[in-house]
């Protein structure tokens, strides 16, 4: 199967994301496919678990294993009673801005 990719660009520092969307571990805040997390063992770390409770009903059990604060993070789990495996990856990339010059 071909990954899916899926890529958002806002104005905001890597920090602000990482405070506001990561940090407090409420995913569902950004992610429109996720009713909330469910069930969290810690902060947003590496080893951390937790349920993903999505929109469609299903609880799907997931584990963020490397977290890199303001910089990325992955985590993977299994759904469909362990017949799909699952890894999601989130990376933070600065844009470089384009300054129109008036002369």
């Known amino acids: 199967m071909a990954p899916c990719?899926?890529?958002?660009?806002?104005?905001?520092?890597?920090a602000?994301?990482?405070s506001?969307?990561?940090e407090p571990m409420k995913w569902e805040?950004?992610?429109p496919d996720l009713r909330e997390l469910k069930d969290v063992s810690g902060p947003c770390d590496s080893g951390t678990t937790c349920t993903f409770a999505m929109n469609n009903g299903q609880d799907i059990p997931a584990e963020l294993i490397d977290v890199r604060?303001?910089?990325?993070l992955t985590f993977r789990g299994k759904a469909f009673f362990g017949t799909v495996k699952f890894e999601g990856n989130v990376?933070?990339?600065?844009i470089p801005t384009r300054r129109l010059f008036r002369g």
Request: hydrophobic fraction near 35%; proline fraction near 4%.
């Open 5 to 14: 990719e899926v890529s958002a660009t806002v104005r905001a520092t890597p």
């Open 16 to 18: 602000t994301i990482w």
């Open 20 to 22: 506001s969307c990561f």
């Open 29 to 31: 805040s950004w992610d």
């Open 69 to 72: 604060k303001n910089e990325c």
């Open 91 to 94: 990376l933070y990339r600065k």
